[in-house]
């Protein structure tokens, strides 16, 4: 690229765009840097935890109920037992002695095991309460957690759309300044802008304003040698330096 031309006050609007840059490189920094977007994936991973622990408390809700019916279905069948074998002891169909205490010893057997498979049935019904409460419990959580994740959504949408709209209005300023840029100049201050953010910075006290750095005393002296309309750039950050009245030349 041979070297680029303009008039001063070209040159001055190059500030605008990079004020304009300037501010659209905020944006992009306040749009990825919300603090909303990361409440929001630290509710996400906290929601993944409580659905895990429910879909686990569940589970074991379903394979306790089943334990437990089967443990009823093993009471019932005792006490069926009993009720046959007290049917025909009341019936007086058993008269031999030896049968007779056999008979007897059975129930009592089958009234021992009937008492502990209660036992386990209360024992499965306690576990069951525990861990009915303990959905419970995750259940609200995780409907609470939902609240506070739309209403923490809600707040990064509002973010979202005042950084657009802000974005969108300095777009359209930025690109009605490029239309009056001369395309050499433009081309050159993109060029630049793509490492650096902006591409130009005044020259202010004899400092560039792009890298605060001071120039020193031969570079100002080449600065003041050059002709207005000569496009410098600062020798530290290569931004195009533009030559105001506070310049300090
Ligand atoms: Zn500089």
Redesign the pocket.
Same mark, same amino acid.
């Given at each position: 690229m041979g070297p680029v031309k303009a008039s001063p006050q070209t040159q001055l609007r190059l500030l605008e765009l990079a004020d304009l840059d300037a501010e659209l490189g905020r944006l992009d920094h306040r749009r990825r840097a919300l603090p909303e977007v990361t409440e929001l994936s630290r509710l996400e991973t906290r929601a993944g935890e409580l659905k895990d622990a429910l879909v686990a408390t569940e589970t074991e809700l379903s394979d306790l109920t089943r334990e437990q019916s089967r443990a009823e279905r093993d009471v019932d069948q005792v006490r069926t037992r009993i009720e046959r074998d007290r049917a025909r002891l009341d019936a007086g169909q058993v008269s031999a002695a030896r049968e007779l205490a056999s008979l007897q010893s059975e129930i009592e057997n089958l009234h021992r095991r009937q008492g502990d498979l209660e036992e386990v049935v209360l024992e499965l019904m306690e576990r069951r309460e525990t861990l009915e409460s303990q959905r419970d419990e995750l259940t609200t959580g995780r409907d609470s957690l939902g609240g506070e994740m739309a209403e923490v959504a809600a707040r990064r949408d509002a973010a979202f759309k005042e950084i657009d709209e802000q974005a969108a209005r300095a777009t359209d300023q930025r690109a009605s300044i490029a239309s009056e840029v001369p395309a050499d100049l433009l081309a050159l201050y993109d060029q630049i802008r793509k490492t650096k953010g902006v591409g130009a910075?005044m020259l202010r006290a004899g400092r560039?304003e792009? /890298?605060h *750095?001071s120039l020193n005393a031969a570079d100002l002296n080449v600065i003041r040698a050059s002709a207005p309309d000569e496009v410098v750039r /600062?020798e530290? /950050? =290569? =931004?195009i *330096?533009v030559r105001t009245p506070e310049s300090g030349l």
């Amino acid at each position: 690229m041979g070297p680029v031309k303009a008039s001063p006050q070209t040159q001055l609007r190059l500030l605008e765009l990079a004020d304009l840059d300037a501010e659209l490189g905020r944006l992009d920094h306040r749009r990825r840097a919300l603090p909303e977007v990361t409440e929001l994936s630290r509710l996400e991973t906290r929601a993944g935890e409580l659905k895990d622990a429910l879909v686990a408390t569940e589970t074991e809700l379903s394979d306790l109920t089943r334990e437990q019916s089967r443990a009823e279905r093993d009471v019932d069948q005792v006490r069926t037992r009993i009720e046959r074998d007290r049917a025909r002891l009341d019936a007086g169909q058993v008269s031999a002695a030896r049968e007779l205490a056999s008979l007897q010893s059975e129930i009592e057997n089958l009234h021992r095991r009937q008492g502990d498979l209660e036992e386990v049935v209360l024992e499965l019904m306690e576990r069951r309460e525990t861990l009915e409460s303990q959905r419970d419990e995750l259940t609200t959580g995780r409907d609470s957690l939902g609240g506070e994740m739309a209403e923490v959504a809600a707040r990064r949408d509002a973010a979202f759309k005042e950084i657009d709209e802000q974005a969108a209005r300095a777009t359209d300023q930025r690109a009605s300044i490029a239309s009056e840029v001369p395309a050499d100049l433009l081309a050159l201050y993109d060029q630049i802008r793509k490492t650096k953010g902006v591409g130009a910075a005044m020259l202010r006290a004899g400092r560039c304003e792009g /890298c605060h *750095l001071s120039l020193n005393a031969a570079d100002l002296n080449v600065i003041r040698a050059s002709a207005p309309d000569e496009v410098v750039r /600062c020798e530290e /950050c =290569r =931004r195009i *330096l533009v030559r105001t009245p506070e310049s300090g030349l």
